[in-house]
Structure formats: structure tokens, C-alpha cells
């Protein structure tokens, strides 16, 4: 069975603080990709890495791919109530569908 | 549309009667997805359509539960003789299906079976 554990599962923070979220497996995905989910909507697709060793930035977020591929991490900086949300990463493998990992609900406090 | 379209929203259904979920995908897309989420829980994967090719049911959890896309475009999800732990959110999505390309998700039908 190929799983994506995520770290922490659950998240609450004071504005402004920074914090890491992590994806890990035993398995090697040809890409890594990072959703957000709000309450009443699907998950909205907020970055694609696909190198070993790849560091995306957006804004205030910064995505790393692992040098062998296996596990990912998402860093926030300075947090903002509206970065509350469930952080859901999924791994892709050679016939396109994602393993997803069970999310991090991130929760910060004005 | 310019997005995944789910309708309805909102459904609640008395346990043992079938309903049925719809999924009007991007147009263009041609892989569709069915998931199922239950609250403030991760993604539980049903069933892929990938353009002509025979679906991936390897997720569906039980016989009530089938789905059918017709055309290459709508899709279609049914559960006959629902059960209270048939309640949860079902998320469909569609994509291009080029490896790494991400998934847009429609906002869901909510499904409570009383």
C-alpha cells in the first residue's frame, strides 16, 4: 500500500508566526502537488513540484520537493487567517492518479 | 463552464433509498474523478474514468455503489439503498491527465442519509 503521511494533522497558530507542514512516504512520486481546502469547497490546487530537490515559492509560501522524491514540505511565513484551511498533499505516480495524504488542518488565530 | 460543476449541493435521503450525483466536468478534460470525503478528513478515492478507456472502480466500496460517464463528459455517481455511513461529501474532479498536471475539483454534494 503506498501512503503519504502528513505532519502535523492539526494546526492552530498566532498570526503572524512561521510554520512547516510536512509529506512523507517510503514511496518515489514523479510529482508532489500541495491543495487547500475551505470549508463547503473541494480542494484548489496551490503548487506542482516535480524535481528531486525543487523549491517552489507563492507569496508567503514555500514548497521543497525531497532530493529523492519520497516527501515534501510546505512552509508558511508569517501567517494569516487566511492560510486557515486543510493542506492536502497527493503524490502522482506513472498512470496519473495521485496518492493523497489525510491533510493538516491549519487554524490561525487573528 | 469554466469550472467542475457538482449538483445538487446539498442532498439528504432517507436510509435505504438511491440517489444520484452529477458531475458536469471542464470541458476538455478527459479524466474525471470521484472521491469521497467525510468531515475534515482526507481525500477517499472511488472510481477514474479516463477518456474511452474502462473506468477504475477499485475504489468503490460496495456493489450499491456505480458510476457512468457518458459522452466522454458528464459523469454520474449513484448509490442505491443508502446507508447513514454513505453520508459524506462527494468530491468529483477533472484534468487534463498529463502527468503532474493538478486536479480541479468541483465544491462537492454534501450527502446526508437520515
Known amino acids: 500500500t503506498q501512503l503519504l503521511e502528513q505532519s502535523p494533522q492539526f494546526l492552530s497558530i498566532q498570526e503572524g508566526e512561521n510554520l512547516t507542514v510536512y509529506c512523507n512516504s517510503s514511496s518515489v512520486f514523479s510529482s508532489l502537488q500541495w491543495y487547500r481546502q475551505e470549508p463547503g469547497e473541494g480542494p484548489v490546487l496551490l503548487v506542482t513540484v516535480v524535481t528531486g530537490g525543487e523549491v517552489k515559492k507563492l507569496k508567503r509560501l514555500t514548497f521543497q520537493f525531497g532530493d529523492a522524491r519520497k516527501d515534501s514540505s510546505l512552509h508558511i511565513t508569517a501567517a494569516q487567517p487566511g492560510d486557515t484551511g486543510l493542506y492536502l498533499c497527493a503524490g502522482g505516480k506513472s498512470n496519473y492518479q495521485l496518492i493523497w495524504g489525510a491533510g493538516t488542518k491549519l487554524i490561525i488565530k487573528p | 463552464g469554466a469550472g467542475v460543476s457538482q449538483s445538487p449541493s446539498n442532498k439528504v435521503t432517507e436510509k435505504g433509498k438511491d440517489v444520484e450525483l452529477r458531475c458536469d466536468p471542464i470541458s476538455g478534460h478527459t479524466a474525471l474523478y470521484w472521491y469521497r470525503q467525510s468531515l475534515g478528513q482526507g481525500l477517499e478515492f472511488l472510481i477514474y474514468?479516463?477518456?474511452?478507456?474502462?473506468?477504475?472502480k477499485s475504489g468503490l466500496p460496495s456493489d450499491r455503489f456505480s458510476a457512468e460517464r457518458t459522452g466522454g463528459s458528464v459523469s454520474t455517481l449513484t448509490i442505491q439503498r443508502t446507508q447513514q455511513e454513505d453520508s459524506a461529501v462527494y468530491l468529483c474532479?477533472?484534468?487534463?491527465?498529463?502527468?503532474?498536471?493538478?486536479?480541479?475539483f468541483g465544491s462537492g454534494t454534501r450527502l446526508t442519509v437520515v
Open positions: 474514468f479516463q477518456g474511452n478507456s474502462a473506468p477504475d
Open positions: 474532479a477533472s484534468s487534463l491527465a498529463l502527468r503532474g498536471d493538478g486536479y480541479t
